[in-house]
């Protein structure tokens, strides 16, 4: 990255039409592997003015109520009174039921080689995994910032009753010697209600509620040349899906690396284990993490190929960016003798399906993950941001 450069990344709030719709999604994966931890399913959602749609495509011993499922989220994202409401919105559903022959097989086939080598990829799909140590997390510094002001800028709808559900932020970080130096931009696009003050008091309510506490202790701080834009736009009345559609799947760079790295054009939510292109995104994060946590290398990219009919991906490949301490192709030796990226081996190493079949009934395990990012989520205990294989690759 040439000196000067200024990486720009965002995040958004639950309210957020997209996020909306990838939380409806992920917290009917959640009901499904809830009531049958060998479901598969596809859950897709739309949202529009007054319009909510839903299209699910399941096998499982389950029955989800989609619609009332639908408006606890929306509910639950603050949409309940004028404009787009959880109680009176339309909620159309497009739902195929296929054979429950067709869920995945008995938790303990995973312990049969020959069952683990003939569970395949049912999709093609390119997956990219990403670490460097700008940050404790291992995770890029602009996004690490944008979800922090996304997380505050939620949490601050309890004392500005002005502030409405549906909010954007993002975070521009000047990068010298291929370094985080300096906090370049700082940008809130809200969604304001009645009451709402001058624009110059809701610039600096929002300085005191938002930016200043979430951003204390990370780096690059708020300094006295970082630029502060609110609504920089124009005024944003009301926002949300009577404003804006939204759609599962639109946000893939603020659900992995904030456009730091490259990712897959695969939606990540709305998906059970068993889709490659879901699972795989988290074995690649977690193989980069592991090899910059082994000092291996200060950025890394791990890139996996899959076909269908496939278990194992056809391509490992790694990409150190010129920060590597090893050679990238003994890196990649290291990564294919330490780890199993066949669908049926991460799902062993991972346990996602019985992680989401224990799960709290309000919470989910997905559901979590469909906003604020699905990486770098150690405040979730995920099992694809854990280094304690770290060691084996030194």
Known sequence: MRDGTILISESVTPGHPDKLCDRISDAAIDAFLRQDARARAIVEC???????????????????????????????AGYVGEGFDARTCSILTSVSELPPADRVPHPEALDDEDEIAAWAATEQANVFGYACDETPSLMPSPIVLAHALARALDAARADLPWLGPDGKTQAGVVYRGGRPAELATVSLTVATLEGTPPQRTMERALREAVIEPALAGLEPPLGPRTEIHVNAGGPFAIGGPSRHAGLTGRKNGIDTYGEAARQSGAALSGKDPSRIDRVAAYAARHAAKCVVAAGLARRCEVHLGYVIGHARPLSIGVECFGTARVDEEEIARRLRACFDFRPAAIERRFGLRARAHAADEERGFFRPLAVYGQMGREDLAVPWESVAEAEALR
């Open 46 to 76: 739309a949202v529009a003015t007054g319009i909510v749609f839903i299209a699910a495509r399941f096998a499982a011993e389950a029955v989800v109520d989609l619609p009332g499922l639908a408006r606890r989220v929306i509910a639950e």
